[in-house]
């Protein structure tokens, strides 16, 4: 394993830290490194919610600050103000089914976005004069490489981008942006591509926080198409740990793709959640809970099959995924059932417009 240096105390700037990866990755941060400088810079849209944050507010070392990556001139005031010498850049709009149905914003968040804080960043650093501990971490999706067929080779950094959906595009355009202002300017970015992230604070909007709410109250759960879609599951815990070692030892310019070697189809995530609720949860509506399952008419563009070889991460900087899917569902499902004073709020009206417009029209 590549020996981690964490005796310099960083000062990180950290984006959409109070979303779903990027406030897991704020508290495995903050546990990990205490001694650390962390400033979470979230605009707080519909994912983004404060009250994740909530036991790290009173933390001397931590500062929260709700403004906007385009925002250059809060961006280049939080540089200069904090001494940063560190951005992991969490902040995007994420989710497939929404940018289908409004890509404007994801072009403006995750290009237009991005290239801000590069740029920013890059000014900031020559002025440092360069330092060669600055870093900027860029987390990007496997989305961007577009759709695997049932036996084609997971994707490695070498594989061609094909992304499929306004969401994927506009990941590919930011993963660009990054790339070019290492080759160009030698500003020293990583990015990396992970697959499905899970895990606690998840959004209800998406796949398994959403089958679990739906089992609670006893919905349909909607499963697209015939459900025979695949995806590398990742446990956001993992994945954490994996940005960790990246920040702390990977080498600027590079590509680091962080997969959870958990290939799993939809329909068979969705029969262990049911079967795992059935066991964990006292009192559900409907028992057993897949016979809430429907199926649903596909969304356009819905890519068949993701998958990711991380064998560079476990070569170069001895990372490994630890959980499996049967694992982190089970405690994914646990922090569901312990925490419904955090999910109950998001299930608003706006949430529940969104649902009706994604679903609604689509049981067959």
């Avoid at 990866?21 to 941060?29: K, Q």
């Avoid at 920013?120 to 060669?132: A, M």
């Avoid at 990054?178 to 959004?203: D, E, K, V």
Wanted: proline share 6%.
């Amino acid at each position: 394993m590549a020996e981690i240096d964490s005796e310099r105390a960083r000062r990180i700037i950290i984006t959409g830290g109070a979303g779903f990866i990027g406030s897991n990755f704020v508290h495995h941060w903050s546990k990990k490194y205490p001694k650390d400088r962390i400033v979470v810079l979230d605009s707080l849209t519909y994912a983004g919610n404060r009250a994740t944050l909530e036991d790290l507010e009173n933390l001397e070392n931590f500062r929260f600050v709700h403004g906007d990556i385009c925002d250059r001139p809060l961006v280049d005031q939080l540089l200069k103000q904090e001494n940063i010498d560190s951005i992991a850049h969490f902040a995007a709009q994420s989710h497939v089914d929404r940018s289908i149905l409004g890509p404007g914003a994801f072009v403006e968040a995750n290009v237009v976005g991005t290239f801000t804080l590069l740029e920013s960043f890059r000014q900031y650093w020559l002025e440092s004069g360069q330092p060669k501990h600055y870093r900027f971490l860029h987390i990007s999706t496997d989305e961007v490489y577009g759709s695997l067929g049932p036996s084609d080779p997971p994707f490695s950094e070498s594989t061609a981008y094909s992304p499929n959906s306004p969401y994927s595009a506009s990941k590919a355009g930011s993963d660009h942006l990054a790339r070019a202002y290492y080759h160009t300017y030698a500003l020293p970015t990583i990015i990396t591509n992970c697959s499905n992230n899970y895990g606690p604070f998840h959004f209800p909007e998406k796949l398994i926080p959403l089958m679990i709410i739906n089992i609670l109250q006893g919905k349909p759960l909607p499963i697209y198409g015939d459900g025979q879609n695949v995806r590398d599951w990742l446990y956001v815990k993992d994945h954490c740990q994996a940005l960790d070692f990246v920040i702390h030892s990977g080498t600027p310019g590079q590509t680091y793709n962080v997969g959870g070697n958990n290939e799993v189809k939809n329909i068979d995530l969705v029969y262990l959640i049911c079967r795992l609720m059935d066991e964990l949860s006292e009192d559900l509506p409907v028992k057993p809970a897949e016979n809430l399952i429907t199926f649903v008419k596909d969304r356009p563009g819905h890519d068949r099959r993701y998958a990711i070889d991380a064998s560079k991460i476990r070569q170069e900087l001895g990372w490994i995924p630890e959980t499996t899917v049967a694992e982190g569902i089970r405690e994914t499902i646990l922090w569901y059932l312990e925490n419904q004073k955090w999910w109950r709020p998001l299930l608003s009206a706006d949430y529940q417009a969104y649902y009706q417009a994604s679903y609604d029209q689509k049981f067959i």
